[in-house]
């Protein structure tokens, strides 16, 4: 079934419909469908497009619809070739921003690996705005993972977290080639944000497919990096409640900042830390096993792709006796590398 064939078996009218031949009148689907997952399907924007249009006049979409899901990766590439990728771009981002504004329940939106730039990301912020003027409740949820919004994408984000009316709960931007000057917008943004409890901005200083922990880079910036997100997890009003922050060059010096950070702030409802391909050792690894120790929010940590031993998996085992809350502990990968 090609892509065109699979939305009109969905979406077209059924046929005792009153609407007769016309193809054109989208009545959509009786049932109270609230999820649409259509990744893996080739779609271009064309297909968004016409997605758009039943979007836009079926009364029964505009009602259930709460998440729209283009996402590649949903099963790895165990289900999906490679060239079974969604690939809707700037203007397939843009076709979906336009039914925003009329959209009555649609909180979450699904773009992972749809090579999305700068120009779809203006689209959608632009329609958070006309959604706020017309007295929407905007989107709650925005994945972006493993697109190319770069610096100026990340600043357009940047200026969404920063509007006081912002409602986004999650915001996941990995491997978007971002750099330091993308992620320190993103990041002095949310110093003002309130809203914001899921935070993914992984792998936006270097690739995973790039990333040897053996050869140690210059961590200049990543120390950078981590001094604004120590000061933005030692905000009072923080509500971040799960940061990923892989990939993104801390070494031991940055991960400490951020650590001392979580630990100095014991009203931060962190439940979720990631800091795996950070260039992370045993002694980082000693300082994270005392903070599992003491703490009674956190329920997943995440050290896997770093340069620690047995030594360093060894401490957990003191605090992990003393611990009752911390469901997840992930060191996958930390034995390949030596």
């Known amino acids: 079934m090609c892509k065109q064939d699979l939305l009109c078996a969905v979406f077209a009218p059924p046929p005792s419909s009153s609407s007769g031949s016309d193809s054109n009148c989208l009545t959509g689907p009786r049932v109270p469908v609230q999820r649409l997952c259509l ?3 080739k779609l271009t924007a064309g297909s968004v497009a016409e997605l758009a249009e039943f979007l836009r006049f079926s009364v029964v979409a505009k009602e259930k619809i709460e998440a729209l899901d283009f996402a590649y990766d949903r099963f790895g590439n165990l289900f999906s070739a490679p060239q079974a990728r969604n690939c809707i771009g700037d203007e397939g981002a843009a076709q979906v921003a336009t039914v925003l504004a009329i959209a009555g ?6 773009f992972a690996g749809n090579n999305i730039g700068p120009r779809g990301v203006a689209s959608l912020v632009n329609s958070f705005e006309k959604q706020r003027a017309l007295g929407k409740r905007p989107i709650e949820i925005l994945d972006l993972n493993m697109n190319n919004i770069g610096l100026e994408g990340a600043k357009t984000l940047a200026k969404a977290l920063r509007a006081p009316e912002c409602t986004l709960r999650t915001l ?4 978007n080639r971002i750099g330091l000057p993308g992620l320190l917008e993103i990041i002095r943004a949310l110093k003002a944000n309130t809203t914001m ?3 993914d901005i992984s792998w936006n200083m270097c690739k995973k497919d790039d990333y040897n922990v053996s050869a140690v880079p210059a961590s200049e910036d990543g120390v950078q990096f981590a001094m604004e997100v120590a000061e933005l997890l030692s905000q009072p009003t923080c509500a971040l409640e799960s940061i990923t922050l892989d990939g993104n060059l801390l070494g031991n010096n940055g991960a400490m900042l951020v650590l001392k950070a979580l630990q100095d702030n014991p009203t931060l409802p962190m439940k979720h830390f990631s800091v795996g391909g950070s260039f992370l050792d045993d002694s980082a690894a000693t300082h ?3 903070y599992v120790r003491e703490n009674t ?8 792709r770093n340069l620690i031993t047995n030594e360093g998996v060894a401490t957990f085992k003191a ?3 003393n611990n009752t809350t911390l469901t997840a502990l992930s060191f996958r990968d930390v034995c390949f590398w030596h």
């Open 39 to 41: 990744g893996g399907n």
């Open 288 to 290: 994270f096993a005392g």
């Open 319 to 321: 605090a992990l006796t």
């Open 172 to 175: 996941k931007v990995s491997d």
């Open 197 to 199: 409890k899921q935070l």
């Open 105 to 110: 329940n649609l909180r979450e939106l699904n």
């Open 297 to 304: 929010v956190l329920r997943s940590l995440d050290l896997s």
